[in-house]
């Protein structure tokens, strides 16, 4: 008899198999056929207790490459104890002791007889036994049967053949679709407007103003702006484009990307906040033989998401009903309680799989948006947002400019090192953030080199700008790592050093170091190297190119995880560039579905692709400027080459994170690749037109 189970999956999917990989990890401690599992989305699930709130479900909530390690003990320590209560129903059947039963493949075996009983045949017993409070001992990773192995998500059927439901596909009963045109200048506000054309247009039925946050205030929603209600989502279109609006441009009304570059300049030529400060790098650095400098730029970017932005929301006199594809759940409930009162246990939030999330729906003001104009209108909202909406509304990456300066000693090797950034921190209106702390979120202050260099500085520059910041994927980590990269990679050619040869030796042996952030507590310097010279021999690293080829490394650790590529270029004469070859590696320690981690390395390296080769968001009189992929050129499948290998080297048995671990040393190993085959330097991300034969 087939035996079939239904495991309940607690997370949010946005594309990185955590609906699959968490299920996996019960069902190996449950003991089940892998082939018999389905699963079961569960909502999200929080109990009001004297203090505040906890989890139903465990906690809900996917950010930062913490999905599964967050979850590594939890989720099979559930499998463990609803096989041991299986287990007890089994013996309580057959009259004898726990430790004469086992279980497999779904069932319950007598271990001195032939008796067997089916988890189906044992659930009404079970559901009567208490949970043990302490789970059993958890099977070594020497046992895992299912864990390790290669495993199609259980639902990639329903995503190919479209039937799998985004929260773009919600369809509601009595639901009218919502459209908001909000404020266009950064903290610009409403003045005024005039409805009466878009109350004309056939299917509109309503049009309400949503009031922004203060200037300057937390965020609960991006802007001030006035919502259209209709049948349809083309009536609610139509009407939008009808509205006669009048906007108070705000303070930034003068802000563009020019003078948020000549802000860094300012800044960077005076002193800022030292946060880490290693030896004695005024001495080092005047003692130095030679001393190289240079200065790097990293755009706002967008995040972009196939899936604009979307939330059901229906606010009634009993409470609010939510569907939304969101990166955090509880962070739905709890802005919705926060902007309209309502209690959180009346507030129901159901997950929808996430067409992209990338960081963007961290942040739920969309959810506080749908709920607001519910509330206010009195009817169940579907809202939507266009790609343009989407382009133009945003909580970006942040920008900003580094310098970075190095001074070495006679023997070429690095006495001093000083990073100095000057950035729009995505913490400047978080509640309560003082001054002193931005700099946390932008400066990693334990990422190497540090603790491999003796005299080492970190310097930070707040930059003032009316552009929205939030957490885009890895965070500062694509920022940092690419500065870092390619700084190690001019010193290198500086001093007329084999660049892998050098980093190595800056490297240095495999130890554990501390690593106060997120991904530590440790940092284990040799497991890049090993990375690093993985993939330098995988792509033939020492071997000679002809004139207009290169190859390129870059390696960085990230949330826990560690990851390498090495990239060969060939650029024209006219300053077309090719990406020839990648090689990409990465070491997140146990792999728990070696498919979705395959496929995460391989995602990240495309997306730190595209990111690197054309995007940028840019800023003139207060407005951003990009509006849609035609301004916004995400990278094509043409731009990606065939010979493309991924490989995972797992250093031990404890799990990492994965999603956002590849996509730092992309852009590095990228720009590395392209000084080797032109002997040109990008220190400017994107690289855009800047290989040209007219940009030279």
């Not at 939507?384 to 580094?402: A, I, L, N, T």
Request: aromatic letters at 8%; glycine letters at 8%; a neutral charge.
């Amino acid at each position: 008899m087939t035996i079939g189970l239904s495991i309940g999956t607690n997370q949010p999917e946005i594309g990185q198999g955590i609906r699959t990989s968490l299920p996996m990890l019960i069902a190996e401690e449950l003991e089940v056929d892998w082939q018999n599992v389905s699963l079961k989305i569960m909502p999200l699930g929080i109990v009001k207790t004297q203090t505040g709130y906890t989890w139903k479900y465990g906690g809900q909530g996917v950010g930062g490459s913490t999905g599964l390690t967050s979850n590594w003990t939890f989720m099979r320590e559930i499998g463990a104890k609803a096989r041991v209560v299986l287990q007890q129903a089994a013996a309580t059947v057959w009259q004898t002791q726990v430790a004469q039963t086992y279980c497999e493949d779904g069932y319950v075996l007598h271990r001195s007889s032939d008796k067997k009983l089916s988890y189906a045949q044992l659930i009404s017993i079970a559901s009567k036994l208490p949970i043990p409070e302490k789970a059993p001992p958890l099977k070594p990773v020497k046992a895992f049967k299912i864990t390790g192995t290669q495993r199609t998500a259980l639902d990639v059927n329903d995503v190919v053949t479209g039937k799998t439901r985004y929260g773009i596909d919600t369809q509601v009963q009595g639901a009218f679709v919502a459209m908001m045109q909000r404020c266009p200048y950064l903290d610009g506000k409403l003045k005024a407007f005039d409805a009466d054309a878009a109350k004309r247009i056939p299917g509109v039925v309503d049009v309400v103003p949503i009031k922004g946050p203060e200037v300057g205030a937390p965020y609960f929603i991006l802007a001030d702006g006035v919502a259209v209600i209709a049948e349809t989502t083309w009536a609610a279109m139509q009407g939008r484009k009808a509205l006669k609006i009048q906007w108070d441009k705000g303070p930034h009304s003068d802000e563009s990307s020019d003078s948020f570059g000549q802000q860094c300049d300012r800044l960077l030529a005076q002193k800022g906040q030292v946060v880490r400060d290693d030896g004695d790098y005024d001495k080092a650095i005047k003692i130095a033989a030679k001393v190289v400098q240079a200065e790097y730029f990293i755009p706002f970017v967008s995040h972009a998401p196939l899936e604009p932005q979307n939330c059901f929301a229906h606010v009634t006199e009993a409470g609010c009903q939510v569907i939304v594809p969101t990166q955090m759940p509880s962070g739905v409930s709890r802005g919705i309680h926060n902007a309209l009162g309502i209690d959180r246990e009346n507030i129901s939030v159901e997950m929808t799989r996430v067409g992209g999330g990338f960081g963007r729906r961290l942040t739920v003001d969309y959810a506080v948006e749908a709920a607001l104009i519910s509330k206010q209108s009195g009817k169940p909202i579907k809202l939507v947002w266009s790609r343009e909406d989407d382009m133009q509304h945003d909580f970006y990456r942040p920008s900003g400019k580094h310098q970075m300066i190095a001074g070495l000693d006679h023997k070429h090797e690095v006495i001093a090192w000083s990073q100095r950034l000057a950035s729009a921190s995505k913490y400047y209106r978080r509640p309560n953030m003082s001054d002193d702390k931005l700099w946390q979120p932008e400066l990693y202050s334990d990422d190497f080199p540090a603790q491999c260099i003796a005299n080492l500085r970190r310097e930070y520059f707040p930059v003032k700008s009316g552009v929205p910041r939030g957490s885009w994927r890895a965070p500062a980590h694509t920022a940092n790592a690419f500065v870092i990269q390619s700084f190690i990679d001019e010193i290198a050619h500086h001093t007329k050093q084999d660049p892998l040869a050098f980093q190595l030796k800056l490297l240095g042996e495999a130890r554990e170091l501390d690593y106060n952030g997120h991904g530590g507590p440790k940092f284990n310097p040799g497991r890049l190297s090993k990375l690093l010279q993985f993939v330098a021999t995988e792509i033939d690293y020492t071997e000679k190119r002809p004139a207009g080829r290169g190859v390129g490394i870059a390696c960085h650790f990230t949330f826990g995880g560690y990851a390498a590529h090495a990239i060969e270029v060939s650029v024209n004469s006219s300053g077309a560039l090719t990406i020839e070859r990648i090689v990409a590696a990465m070491d997140c320690g146990l792999v728990v579905n070696p498919n979705a981690v395959e496929a995460q390395l391989q995602g990240a390296t495309v997306d730190g692709l595209s990111t690197a080769l054309g995007l940028e968001i840019t800023v003139q009189d207060g407005q951003i400027v990009q509006t849609n992929f035609d301004q916004y050129p995400i990278a094509r499948i043409a731009q990606i080459p065939v010979n493309f290998s991924c490989h995972l080297l797992p250093w031990d048995d404890t799990p990492t994170g994965v999603g956002e671990i590849p996509i730092p040393s992309v852009a590095p190993a990228l720009t590395n690749a392209i000084f080797n085959a032109t002997g040109r330097r990008i220190r400017r991300l994107p690289i855009a037109d800047q290989l040209l034969l007219a940009n030279r």
